[in-house]
């Protein structure tokens, strides 16, 4: 594992979530990324999986400033580092699951079109673009990630994929 690789992506994730760029990871940001995913896959702002997606970022934003002792002023990217790293590399890859899980679910659920409970290429493409990265990196991607072949990912899978890459052990790119 690349400590200097997951820092590296860790703060890249910090300048994506800080959204109106003041140096602070503060509710609203998480909020509108929550948003910006949901636009992305143009679902209107009071749709079930859109609210989902947004309670799970917030539940995150409180998970993380709690952690970080952050609470009421926002949190700092060192603060985030911080938390981020004990979550990773102290808490193990259990607590990692336990704070993003939510996050990853109602991703599927967001990104599942034809509600098989899976991510098949079109509806992960969907999902990479949602979050950021160029259309037709996704059949690329999947073949990289998807450990049994079957050319879908689970809500577990994608859970791992992204624990992997957050640990620096997966070499693609989820960030935009």
Same mark, same amino acid.
């Given at each position: 594992?690349?400590?200097?690789?997951?820092?590296?992506?860790?703060?890249?994730?910090?300048?994506?979530?800080?959204?109106?760029?003041?140096?602070?990871?503060?509710?609203?940001?998480?909020?509108?990324?929550?948003?910006?995913?949901?636009?992305?896959?143009?679902?209107?702002?009071?749709?079930?999986?859109?609210?989902?997606?947004?309670?799970?970022?917030?539940?995150?934003?409180?998970?993380?400033?709690e952690?970080?002792?952050?609470?009421?002023?926002?949190?700092?990217?060192?603060?985030?580092?911080?938390?981020?790293?004990?979550?990773?590399?102290?808490?193990?890859?259990?607590?990692?699951?336990?704070?993003?899980?939510?996050?990853?679910?109602?991703?599927?659920?967001?990104?599942?079109?034809?509600?098989?409970?899976?991510?098949? &290429?079109?509806?992960?493409e969907?999902?990479?673009?949602?979050?950021?990265?160029?259309?037709?990196?996704?059949?690329?991607?999947?073949?990289?990630?998807?450990?049994?072949?079957d050319?879908?990912?689970?809500?577990?899978?994608?859970?791992?994929?992204?624990?992997?890459?957050?640990? &620096?052990?997966?070499?693609?790119?989820?960030?935009?």
């Open positions: 594992m690349s400590t200097a690789l997951a820092n590296e992506r860790l703060r890249k994730r910090f300048a994506r979530w800080d959204v109106d760029g003041n140096g602070l990871l503060e509710l609203n940001d998480f909020q509108q990324e929550a948003a910006r995913i949901a636009q992305g896959f143009g679902k209107p702002e009071d749709a079930p999986e859109v609210q989902a997606l947004r309670d799970a970022f917030e539940a995150l934003y409180a998970h993380l400033s952690r970080s002792g952050s609470a009421q002023a926002g949190i700092t990217e060192d603060s985030f580092l911080r938390a981020t790293e004990e979550l990773l590399f102290s808490g193990g890859e259990a607590a990692f699951n336990r704070a993003l899980g939510p996050v990853v679910k109602s991703l599927v659920t967001l990104s599942d079109a034809n509600g098989d409970g899976v991510l098949d &290429g079109q509806e992960f969907a999902w990479l673009v949602a979050i950021g990265l160029p259309a037709g990196q996704a059949g690329e991607v999947l073949s990289k990630v998807d450990e049994n072949g050319g879908v990912l689970s809500e577990d899978e994608l859970l791992r994929v992204v624990r992997e890459y957050h640990y &620096g052990r997966l070499d693609i790119e989820l960030l935009g």
